[in-house]
């Protein structure tokens, strides 16, 4: 490919990458230089050291409980081709030679800018999966298992669109798990809905009758939603107990890909799963893992010099082929994300609400 033309996609490509998803956003990006990733297991901030009697020497600590794993971060590499024929067609008054490195670089960007789109909503569905599920899988059948405890995924006895449920009780009740266990210091979270999830719960007679205590002191600031992110809609703020909560819906879904085997295939599901909602601390230990990327896009005749990693989020390429005597490019994008919620007691996720 010209060197110009590569330039100006590679420019173009860096200010058009589609930005992070809601979910994403909440794990701090770390970008690696090597293909691996270390995962440490359960949380230690709620272990302790014993003193030890002088002239003892130290005490032995067993690690079993502590563990370390390591996983190669898996690549996400997606392409494209354009062909002659999505060159043929000429605007009458343009020479070919004029058009055709500005509309060649606009179709590469174009497919580019969509399949960075379907890395970041890989992304998000790894975030979705890590935090309601407990675990991350790969299409190979490999998954990271994130140990999330069962009392960290709460069902309620009374669905949020009863006369007998109690919403906020039951908000109040995870904020004091997710500070218990994760040792927080929060007294403000993100309640982040499914949307049949806040319309029950705007609707609950007791949520509406809290909301203004004895007429008198403000315990709601719910006003109209704002989209913050495409999907994400901010609702305002309510007090449950001690707690300040910020209160979000989350709309946005994803497409279960066809052809992988997998179930509902071709079906939508949105990233918080109907009837769930997801309780947040403003500033979780998430992180947001990239593992570098093999470069291919490095012109040079030095053996080896291909296998050039970079630190990087989105790698875009675009190569000439040829093949018995017909051009094409093949053009598409490779990423390395891992999302991991590295503190698993932290946060709460609710199933079954609606």
């Known amino acids: 490919m010209d060197s110009v033309l590569r330039k100006v996609v590679d420019i173009g490509f860096d200010k058009k990458i589609e930005p992070s998803t809601f979910l994403a956003n909440f794990y701090e990006v770390e970008e690696l230089d090597t293909l691996e990733v270390e995962i440490h297991g359960r949380s230690v901030k709620n272990t302790y ?76 569905k790894q975030a979705s999966d890590g935090l309601f599920y407990g675990q991350i899988a790969w299409s190979d ?7 999330k405890k069962e009392s960290h995924s709460i069902g309620v006895t009374n669905k949020w669109g009863s006369s007998d449920s109690d919403p906020d009780a039951d908000i109040e009740n995870a904020c004091k798990i997710a500070i218990t266990d994760g040792s927080l210091s929060d007294s403000q979270f993100n309640l982040i809905m499914e949307s049949s999830v806040w ?4 609707s609950n007679e007791k949520v ?10 403000k315990r709601t600031d719910i006003n109209m939603p704002e989209e913050k992110t495409p999907g994400a809609f901010f609702h305002g703020q309510k007090s449950c107990g001690s ?25 939508k599901q949105t990233y918080i799963p109907k009837g769930g909602a997801l309780l947040l601390p403003m500033k979780p230990e998430f992180k947001r893992y990239y593992g570098a990327i093999n ?9 080896g010099a291909l296998l050039n990693l970079m630190k990087r ?35 709460v996720t609710f199933k079954d609400l609606t």
Not at 246 to 256: D, G, H, R, S, V
């Open 141 to 147: 059948g490999t998954k990271i298992e994130l140990n």
């Open 49 to 124: 050291s014993v003193d030890v009697e002088l002239g003892t020497g130290g005490r032995k600590v067993e690690m079993g409980s502590f563990d370390r794993k390591s996983f190669v971060v898996p690549e996400y590499n997606d392409y494209t081709v354009i062909t002659e024929k999505d060159l043929a067609k000429i605007n009458f008054g343009q020479s070919p030679y004029d058009i055709y490195m500005a509309r060649l670089a606009d179709m590469i960007l174009y497919r580019q800018s969509i399949i960075s789109l379907m890395h970041r909503n890989a992304e998000e």
């Open 295 to 303: 470069d291919t896009n490095v012109k040079s005749n030095i053996p």
């Open 199 to 202: 319309s029950a719960y705007k």
């Open 313 to 347: 989020q989105q790698v875009p390429y675009a190569y000439d082929v040829l093949k018995k005597g017909s051009a094409f490019i093949e053009v598409g994008v490779k990423s390395r994300p891992l999302l991991i919620p590295c503190d698993m007691d932290c946060f």
């Open 243 to 267: 707690y300040t909560i910020n209160l979000w819906t989350y709309e946005k879904a994803y497409e279960i890909p066809k052809g992988f085997g997998f179930d509902n295939e071709g079906k």
């Open 208 to 217: 509406k009758n809290s909301s203004n205590w004895n007429n008198g002191i």
